[in-house]
C-alpha cells in the first residue's frame, strides 16, 4: 500500500493533520493502536484556545461545537478569601470555548470517516523505517494481517508512550524535562456548574480548579501528593477538600453532585529536540508535555499540525522542503513560550513546600498583581487564549 503521508495516531493532533491534509489533496493514512471506543471515551483537556475555535469552523468541523461548546470570556482567581475576574476579551478581544476534547476527537473522526480515507483502529506492532531515505515506510498488523505502508512522509503524533520519538537515533533526541513535586486528583460529576467561567483557586492547603464539561457536568481538580492512592479519596473527602480551597466570602461555592470518575494525575513539563528526522515528523504528545494548569496540551498540538500541513502543502505545490525544514525550529518557538506560560501559571497557583508560608505570601501577592494590573492582565489573557500562529487555513475549506 502507499501513500503521500503516514500518520501514526489518531488522537487530536494526528486526526487534525489528516483533517488539514485532505483539505489541501494530500492523501494519508492514520494508524492507531487503540481501539474507536477508547479514543472517543477517553476524557482529557476542555479548553479550546480562539485559533484553534476559528480553525475548526473555517475547516468545517465546527458545528457541533458553537451549537454545544460554551464560550468563556475570563477566569476567576480565588486567593484570600475573595475570587477576582480577569475579562480575555476585554483585554484581547478573543475568548476561550469549554468543549472536551473527547468530542474534538469525535468531531475529527466522523469528518474523517466522511472523506473514505484510510484510518484503522486496533493496529499493532507499529514500525518505521528508511526515515532518512525519500522512501520512508510504516510497517504494522491488523485484523491478523502484516502491512507495508510505503510514503513520502511519516508524522508521529502518537504520544508521549508511542512508537515514533524511540525511533530516533540515539543520541539524536535531546529531552528536557521538569517533573512537579505534586499532582492534580480530577473529577466528574453530575452538578450542574454554579460559575460560568472557570475558578483557579490558590488555598494555604493546596491549589483546586472549578471548571465544567456541559450544563450538567462539573470538572474539578484539586492539588495532592504525587504518590496519593486514590482509594483515599472517598466522595465525601474529595467534595469537603473542595469546599474549603473554593469557596469564597462572596458566597461562591461549587455545586456537588454524584461522582462518576476520578484519577490521579502527574505534573511535568517535557520537550524533545528536535522535532523531525528525516521524513519522520514529531508532533503533538509524542514531542511535548506541558502541565495542565495553563490548558495547553491540545492546542499545542494543533498548532504543531497546521504548521506541518502547510508545509507539505508547499512541498506538494512544488515549493521544495525549505518550510519541512524550518518544521522543527518553527514549532519549537512557540512550545517553548506555552512551556513558560504552563509553567508560571503551575508554579503560581500550586503549594511548592508544606508549610512554608513565604512562598504562599508571595504567591498572594503574585496574584493581587496580576489580578489588578491591566498590564499583567493582558499578558495573561494574551497567553491563555492562544499566541497568534501565521498559518494560512487549507483553501476551499
Known amino acids: 500500500m502507499r501513500t503521500q503521508v503516514a500518520i501514526i495516531g489518531a488522537g487530536p493532533a494526528g486526526l487534525m493533520l489528516g483533517h488539514l491534509l485532505d483539505l489541501y489533496g494530500i492523501d ?32 468545517g468541523i465546527g458545528t457541533r ?45 466522523a469528518a474523517r470517516e466522511a472523506t473514505g480515507q484510510p484510518l484503522h483502529f486496533e493496529v499493532e506492532e507499529v514500525a518505521v523505517h528508511d526515515v532518512e531515505s525519500g522512501h520512508p ?39 528536557f524535562e521538569r517533573v512537579y513535586p505534586f499532582a492534580w486528583l480530577g473529577i466528574l460529576a453530575h452538578a450542574a456548574p454554579s460559575s460560568e467561567e472557570l475558578v483557579y483557586s490558590l488555598h494555604e492547603r493546596g491549589f483546586a480548579l472549578f471548571s465544567m464539561r456541559t450544563p450538567q457536568i462539573t470538572r474539578l481538580y484539586l492539588q495532592c501528593a504525587t504518590d496519593d492512592d486514590i482509594a483515599n ?54 514531542a511535548h508535555i506541558v502541565p ?8 499545542l498540538a494543533v498548532a504543531d499540525v497546521r504548521v506541518l500541513a502547510d508545509g507539505l502543502s508547499r512541498y506538494y505545490k512544488g515549493d521544495g522542503e525549505t518550510a519541512l525544514q524550518a518544521y522543527s525550529d518553527t514549532c519549537l518557538g512557540r512550545i517553548w513560550k506555552v512551556q513558560r506560560f504552563s509553567w508560571w501559571m503551575t508554579s503560581m497557583l500550586h503549594r511548592q513546600s508544606e508549610g512554608v508560608d513565604f512562598d504562599l505570601r508571595r504567591q498572594m501577592a503574585e496574584l493581587d498583581y496580576v489580578t489588578s494590573s491591566k498590564a499583567a492582565m493582558t499578558s495573561l489573557a494574551e497567553n491563555y487564549v492562544g499566541l497568534d500562529l501565521n498559518v494560512p487555513v487549507p483553501p476551499g475549506s
Open 28 to 59: 494519508s493514512v492514520i494508524l492507531e493502536n487503540r481501539s474507536k471506543d477508547y479514543v472517543v471515551d477517553r476524557v482529557r483537556a476542555g479548553v479550546l484556545e480562539q485559533p484553534v475555535v476559528d480553525l475548526m469552523v473555517q475547516t
Open 65 to 109: 461545537l458553537m451549537r454545544e461548546g460554551l464560550r468563556h470570556e475570563g477566569v476567576h482567581f480565588a486567593f484570600g478569601g475573595t475570587r477576582r475576574h480577569i475579562n480575555f476579551v476585554e483585554h484581547t478581544g478573543k475568548a476561550i470555548w469549554v468543549y472536551g476534547q473527547n468530542e474534538v476527537v469525535r468531531d475529527l473522526i
Open 137 to 175: 515506510s510504516v510497517t504494522y498488523c491488523h485484523d491478523g494481517a502484516a502491512h507495508r505502508l510505503e510514503a513520502d512522509f511519516i508524522a508521529g503524533c502518537d504520544g508521549f508512550h508511542g512508537i515514533s520519538r524511540p525511533a530516533f537515533p540515539a543520541g539524536m533526541l535531546r529531552g
Open 233 to 286: 479519596w472517598p466522595d465525601e473527602r474529595i467534595w469537603s477538600e473542595l469546599q474549603l480551597r473554593l469557596s469564597t466570602s462572596d458566597g461562591w461555592k461549587p455545586n456537588e453532585g454524584e461522582i462518576f470518575q476520578k484519577g490521579i494525575t502527574p505534573m511535568r513539563s517535557f520537550v524533545a529536540e528536535p522535532m523531525q528526522w528525516g521524513r519522520l515528523f514529531l508532533a503533538g504528545d509524542a
Open 292 to 299: 495542565p494548569t495553563g490548558a495547553k496540551g491540545l492546542n
